[in-house]
């Protein structure tokens, strides 16, 4: 049999999907590989048909009991033989299954990460022949994923004590540069096969407004889209309790979702919105898990995420059907402020050391931030999301706010070689308000009190103004010409590319749109 054979007679498909087929064949010629790829994808094949053509077995790492349950269930009704490890099973059990999985029963077998460092299980995996190991929710090993698991280092372990090392493979939906290398380190993978697809959802249409009064907006849009279902994302119960009453009188049918609400309360509303009887659902983002509403017409935020990675998911809700969609975020930079203070007063896990609260704080920050950026740009916002997944762009997609608009550029390289004359004066101690205000030659008594007028770039960009010098200054920082400390304070740094101004290799060039106002708001986040 070879893996069409498989698919056809296991899985019931007769193509592979868009990713699939180049991850089996790289794992069938014996390399490692990593797959990422969204939700619903379809990563269980991916190791599930080369499980069936390895000689040995196929150990898969998967963190939820319930998951594993799930696939081995599906896979035992498809006549494939796999079986479970886990702690829902007794001693005795487990002992039994181990057994018959040295005798060779099944081809799959599912553990917890925990799993691994029992004798019983190390015992069986050093007699048997394991053909592949694969790490499902790879990201769960990595400190910059948003479910760090402690327990999932103990794979590593778990691999250095085989004899022979298997074929190692790993999956998982979240893509950023962080995550994927230190996936690819922790696990020390082999020159693996990186593939990463399918994060681009074409029907949907990607746009950031900066209007005066949110609630207009909101309001106006769905007056403009009657009848249509969508979504409204607020970051407080508050804004969801205030918007929703706006709706009420005006005899919007809506619902309402956020924590602060009973239980029976929640699941109603929820119902309301599922069967239409409430197209539109203004929410917390304690809405959304699990929910299954394919005609969702557009999903607006009316307050920034913490993260891309939450943004892409909460919009992502849009346009399940593959018909068109929008995904409007309404920017506003005190939606940076709101962000961090909630960050600050995350509740955290009390398992965690201060150095690791330190390290995940700092992590998080750096999310606000390029979350902050995305609302800043004046690029493809398309490719801004997909590149940050890891995935290719041409930036060009004509089905996001910034493609459509049309941008004049100015280039203010020179302007930026002031900046960073600025920055080295500041020696780190400043941040982006400090660096403005001196530049700019501000009057104030705050700057005096510093020191900044003694600088030689005290005023040396006069003749530009506050809020424009900072619109430079973020061009710089979303370019890596500057970066900021990843605390609160985001103080003003140098980076190793700063140089390249000076030298002339680098080129700063702001995009505005034409004829109008600037693309960026009126106050430009620290
Ligand atoms: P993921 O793990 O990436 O979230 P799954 O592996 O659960 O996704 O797959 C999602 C769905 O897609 C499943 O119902 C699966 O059967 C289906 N699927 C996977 N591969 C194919 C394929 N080649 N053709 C058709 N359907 C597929």
Redesign the pocket.
Known sequence: MNKFDI?KKY?G?????EG?ETLIDAVLSGRDALGI??????????YQVPALLLPGITIVISPLISLMKDQVQTLNQAGIHAAYINSSLTENQIAKALQLAAKGTYKIIYAAPERLETYVFLEFAKQAEISMLTV?EAHCISQWGQDFRPSYLKIVRFLQQLERRPIVSA?T?TATEHVREDIVCVLGLRQPELLITGFDRGNLYFAVETPKQKDRFVLDYIKAHPAESGIIYCSTRKNVDALFEKMQDLAIPSAKYHAGMGQEERRQSQEDFVYDRCPVMTATNAFGMGIDKSNVRYVIHYNMPQSLENYYQEAGRAGRDGETAECILLYSPQDVMINQFLLESKEQNPEFTEEELAAIREKDTERLRIMNYYCLSANCLRAYILNYFGEQSRGDCQNCGNCRKEFEETDVTAQAEKIISCVREMRGRYGINVAAGTLAGADRAKLREYGMTSYSSYGSLAELGEQRIKQIINQMLMEGYLTVTPDKYALLRLTGKSDEIAQGMGKVVVREVKGGLSSLPEKPAS
């Open positions: 698919l899985f498909y007769s193509q592979f999907r699939q790829m969204p939700t619903g994808a379809g990563k269980s094949l991916c499902d999956f939906a």
